[in-house]
C-alpha cells in the first residue's frame, strides 16, 4: 500500500471526526411551534439548546420553508409596563456548558407571514444558525395545546 492510499483515509477520517464534534456540541430538546388559530399569520417555536462544548456559541438567525420571514425575537416592556415583541438582531448567546431556553414571554424564533396555520402535530422544518456550529436542522412538532413554561427539565 502506498502512502497516499494511508493518508486519504486518515484525512477523511479526521474531517469525520472534526464534523461529528461540531455538531455535537449543540443539541435542540423540548423544542415545539406554536400558532394562535386557523387564520393565524404569525406563529412562533420554543426550545432548550444545550451547548456542552468549551466555549460560548451564539445563535443568530433561522430559516423555514413555512413563513415569508424567520426571525430572532424577545420580548420588552415599556415603560407604560406594555409589552411587545422585538427583533433581535445580534442573537442569543449560548453559554458554554449551559442550556439557554427559548419559551413564551421571552426570546423565541418567530415565524411571520405563514404559508398556512401551523396544525396540531405537525413538523416545522427549521434550520438554526450559530456562529461557532453553524446549521443544525431540527423538526419542531407543533404543540397547539401546550401551556407556558412547560419545558421538562
Known sequence: ?????????????????????????????????????????????????????DSDDRLI??????????????????????AKMIHVEEGFVIPAGATYTLERGGDHVMFMGLNQPFEQDQKIPVTLIFEQAGEVEIEVPVDLDRKGGAHSH
Do not use: C, W
Not at 14 to 40: E, M, N, P, Q
Not at 72 to 77: D, G
Open 1 to 53: 500500500m502506498t502512502f497516499k492510499f494511508k493518508l486519504l483515509p486518515s484525512l477523511a477520517l479526521a474531517a469525520f471526526a472534526t464534523t461529528a464534534f461540531a455538531d455535537s456540541a449543540i443539541k435542540v430538546d423540548d423544542a415545539y411551534a406554536r400558532s394562535t388559530g386557523k387564520h393565524a399569520k404569525a406563529g412562533a417555536a420554543f426550545m432548550m439548546i444545550v451547548n456542552s462544548g
Open 61 to 82: 438567525g433561522a430559516t423555514s420553508d413555512v413563513a415569508g420571514r424567520v426571525e430572532l425575537h424577545t420580548h420588552e416592556v415599556d415603560d407604560n409596563g406594555v
